[in-house]
């Protein structure tokens, strides 16, 4: 039977492999934009530096695309080997997007990033410049389609339970599509990756100039850098506060979980700055308030409430013992299909079949959950707010520190006053991992955010794990992390020689060239 | 008009055509990126300077990328069609589908990477990795379609959780690892092929010995298979289901095994061994054209490559997935798609977006086109 060992390691194997994923496909989707747009410049100026730059930052790109793939792979059959029951349970949905990003996203950008870097020289200018348009066009698409699967599992809508199959079923792929949580989380998370890009483009050369080195081609990288990312960054911060509005609609309880937010406030809510979370005694103690904004952000009006998570809870409590009515409804229906008086009531009791699923952890017949196990399934219906809040303020604190970097380096670069900077050139230096701080922090906080669902209020993560044993998972997990640091450290082992060596040191690359400016 | 258009977008019409859907998209990875792997598999022996192997992995270099999504692709379109399967299979298959895994993550890394550094143990290591990608999938892929043909021990309970009772081990018996030897062969031989396409001198010639060599091994392991198949390889037989209209529920039907079943659809429709034969004719016919006519060599071998495929198939159609410990508990195709709408959605997916594919995919063969020299790789920075 499931274990709770058995749930704790595959969640920790998929983190691990998600969290690894996730430190290469920002920069693959801000890269592969930037140097699309170099080459751009490239081809309608003919200035030589623009495709030395793009043959340059093309390089790094490179290096880090083929650890984007190599754990891709791994995510596309996860599901399958170690989240059987969830594959099951929801494929119906959540494969599709899944499948649609392979035949319309993966495809177009695996098929052409082969002839970005083979075809520099069997390729018109024009013709190359299509050909890095189309890589960047298919990592935004795959982007597009994994969140749009993602956003599903935030927000299941256009899908409803058939008793006959026992799993969930597509009644809208419409509503799928155009779930505003996916589509709110697309341009954000699009948006963190052209980040991601920028702030790397832009401490890199920040680097040559602090050391005086390939002076004319970091002060343009650093230019189209800083514009590009203030545009981006600007995006993201919007679009994470257009995604709490949407949270304050569609997962009250992430958010106030996000907030650390115990008591429903009268309206407008304060928001906590910093506070120390006590979950046990469900309180969040020395806290610094800022009075209304919490209130504005999530509802955008001074006399909406915020839920509070007691309150949550208790709603939670409800739709757990309706979920027991649901599942003993489910039970009638399969054990005699034409009883049409259980199947009525399961339709209408269906929204809460989830929570009644809540209980199996505790009691595996459901039907029969004493007054402490539905306890202590209440308890687990909240996801561990501690880390949500913490995770969620690093998250945005990276995001306005790097707000304000682009901003100084754009004024700067425009005045042309950069190289008088070296303050700021070293702090371009010291931004660069941000993003990928705020990239992963991001991610815990959407995805442990849902817990304990896999899908929200459908589908408990304890429910959704194979039936595998404990030993599978750590031969699977301590192979996964070795391999993937192994290949991480080899990574970056590369990336920083070939960063050093800049430019007119990658083998076979002409020296920073005087540049004729060609008229077109 | 519409009456056809309501045949065509039927249940049973839908989950046939994705049944063709999922021989398609694995027999496009076996054909595409089943060379890739071939080579990989090659490239001990057939390279043996640091130059001849940049050559080799040049010859594939700016293609493999896109080649392997067949494989990304085939895994998404089992989730979205056949979600039972995906399920099913790939956590049943555990231990053998993680290795697998480790094996390809390998790849994009070892193409990479290998030649961004000229340290002779740096680039070792990559063309051992290189090796280990291409080597150990090309068998798995086999032992996995001999254990199919087997059977193997899943079975569900009343909530649809599926358990497997078997191991590791278990799937390494002979008959799997005949199959496994069928498919590393067959895959070495179509990357021989390919290779007599883009090499000259040496290594072509090298190339063409391989060919010879890996078209003999997958043609005695293909007739012992098929063989065994005939001979000692229980089939499994439909006695009654919910139809092929039917909700995706695999226990509302009853199977048994029975000894012969695998020829039943050979037996009712004979024209069918034309399949296994097209394998051994691919296979020979692509011996006969390699030196004269390369790209109608590669064809041969691709046709070999799928008929071997859809030999497995079309024996066990409708049976995907058949229980060994409960046969009743089996995946068919009648009885582990997704939903109509969905099996919908994808279709008009998989119409709009393959033809693309293929023609971008033609478009990047074209501008690569012609052999890699070792003069290329020694002269230009556009290699690896």
């Keep these: 039977m499931i274990s709770d060992t058995l749930v704790d390691l595959s969640r920790l194997q998929f983190a691990a ?62 599901f399958g080997t170690n989240w059987s029951y969830y594959s099951h349970y929801v494929g119906d949905i959540f494969g599709t997007p899944l499948a649609i990003e392979g035949l319309m996203a993966f495809f177009l950008e695996s098929t052409f990033v082969g002839l970005f870097f083979f075809g520099w020289e069997r390729l018109s200018k024009v013709k190359h410049l299509m050909v890095t348009w ?119 309880v992430k958010l106030a979980a996000i907030e650390g937010m115990w008591e429903t406030h009268p309206p407008p809510a304060p928001f906590t700055v910093i506070g120390f979370i006590d979950q046990d005694n469900m309180r969040t103690n020395h806290a610094i308030e800022v009075p209304w904004m919490m209130g504005l952000i999530a509802t955008r009006s001074l006399t909406e409430p915020v839920t509070g998570l007691k309150d949550l809870s208790a709603e939670h409590e409800r739709r757990i013992r309706n979920g027991m009515h649901a599942y003993a409804a489910l039970q009638q229906v399969r054990a005699n299909p034409a009883d049409a008086a259980a199947k009525a009531r399961l339709k209408e009791l269906s929204d809460d079949l989830g929570y009644g699923l809540l209980l199996k952890r505790h009691a595996p017949n459901v039907v029969d959950a004493t007054e402490a196990q539905i306890a202590l399934a209440v308890r687990d219906a909240l996801p561990p707010v501690k880390p949500l809040f913490w995770a969620f303020r690093i998250m945005v604190g990276a995001g306005f520190f790097m707000l304000v970097v682009f901003v100084l380096a754009l004024v700067s670069s425009s005045r042309r006053a950069i190289m008088r900077q070296r303050w700021l050139l070293k702090l371009a230096v010291v931004a660069i991992p941000m993003p990928w701080i705020a990239s992963e922090m991001g991610w815990l906080v959407a995805e442990l955010g849902r817990q304990p669902w896999t899908v929200a209020e459908v589908l408990p993560t ?59 | 008009m519409s009456d056809l258009l309501a045949l065509l977008m039927s249940y049973e019409t839908l989950r046939v055509i994705w049944w063709l859907f999922l021989g398609v998209l694995l027999i496009g990875f076996a054909v595409m990126d089943g060379f890739d792997l071939g080579i990989g598999a090659l490239l001990p022996v057939i390279a043996r300077t640091d130059d001849e192997r940049r050559v080799l992995i040049n010859t594939i270099g700016p293609t493999w990328e896109g080649n392997q999504v067949w494989f990304v692709l085939g895994g998404g379109a089992i989730f979205a069609a056949f979600p039972l399967i995906y399920a099913a299979a790939f956590s049943g298959f555990f231990v053998a589908l993680i290795l697998v895994l480790f094996a390809l993550i390998l790849r994009p890394v070892g193409f990479d ?39 193997v021990p899943l079975r569900f309970d009343a909530e649809m959780r599926v358990f497997y009772d078997g191991n590791f081990f278990g799937l390494l018996n002979p008959f799997a690892l005949v199959c496994g030897v069928v498919s590393l062969a067959m895959l070495a031989m179509h990357g021989a092929v390919f290779l007599q396409l883009k090499t000259v001198g040496e290594l072509h010639a090298r190339a063409r010995r391989w060919q010879g060599i890996a078209a003999l091994v997958y043609a005695s392991a293909f007739a012992v298979a098929g063989l065994w198949l005939v001979l000692g390889i229980d089939g499994y037989r439909l006695v009654s289901f919910a139809g092929s209209e039917g909700a995706s529920n695999p226990l509302a039907k009853t199977a048994v095994r029975e000894a012969g079943a695998w020829l039943a659809n050979y037996r009712a429709a004979p024209l069918l061994w034309l399949i296994p034969a097209l394998g051994f004719a691919g296979a020979a016919l692509a011996w006969r054209l390699g030196p004269r006519r390369p790209g109608w060599a590669f064809v041969a071998s691709a046709v070999s490559v799928g008929a071997t495929i859809l030999t497995a198939a079309v024996a066990m159609f409708p049976f995907m997935l058949p229980s060994s410990i409960a046969p009743s508990h089996s995946l068919t195709v009648w009885d582990s798609t997704s939903s109509l709408l969905t099996l919908r959605w994808m279709f008009c997916m998989t119409v709009l977006f393959l033809p693309l594919i293929i023609l971008y995919t033609s478009w990047v063969f074209r501008v690569m086109r012609g052999p890699v020299t070792l003069d290329d790789v020694r002269g230009s920075d556009a290699h690896y």
């Design chain 1, 17 to 78: 492999t998600a969290l690894y994923h996730f430190l290469f496909v920002p920069l693959t989707l801000g890269l592969s934009f930037l140097l699309a747009i170099m080459e751009s410049v490239y081809v309608m100026t003919g200035n030589p530096v623009y495709k030395e730059m793009t043959k340059f930052w093309g390089k790094l790109f490179g290096i880090n695309f083929a650890l984007g793939v190599a754990t891709g792979i791994t995510m596309e059959f996860q």
């Design chain 1, 134 to 252: 189309l890589v960047a066009l298919g990592s935004n698409f795959s982007a597009l389609w994994i969140l749009v699967a993602n956003g599903w599992m935030q927000y299941p809508v256009g899908a409803e339970f058939n008793p006959e199959t026992l799993r969930m079923e597509l009644t809208s792929f419409a509503e799928v599509f155009f779930s505003p949580v996916a589509q709110v989380k697309f341009v954000h998370t699009v948006s963190a990756g052209y980040t991601t890009g920028a702030c790397f483009v832009l401490g890199i050369s920040a680097w040559y100039l602090l050391h005086g080195r390939h002076i004319a081609f970091a002060q343009r990288s650093f230019a189209i850098a800083a514009a590009f990312g203030l545009a981006s960054v600007l995006s993201v911060i919007t679009l994470g506060d257009e995604s709490g509005y949407e949270l304050g609609h569609v997962q009250k």
């Design chain 1, 462 to 520: 304890w429910m959704s794990v194979s039936s595998l044993s404990v030993g599978d998972l750590v031969f699977s997990l301590c192979g996964f992390v070795l391999l993937y640091t192994a290949l991480l450290v080899v990574e970056l082992y590369l990336m920083l020689k070939f960063a050093r060596k800049g430019p007119a040191d990658v083998p076979g690359h002409p020296a920073a060239q005087a540049s004729a400016p060609s008229i077109a």
């Design chain 2, 113 to 151: 990477y290998r030649s961004k550094l000229p340290d002779p143990r740096w680039r070792s290591t990559w063309d051992w990795c290189l090796f280990v990608g291409g080597f150990v999938p090309a068998l798995v892929f086999g032992v996995a379609f001999g254990n199919l043909l087997q059977g």
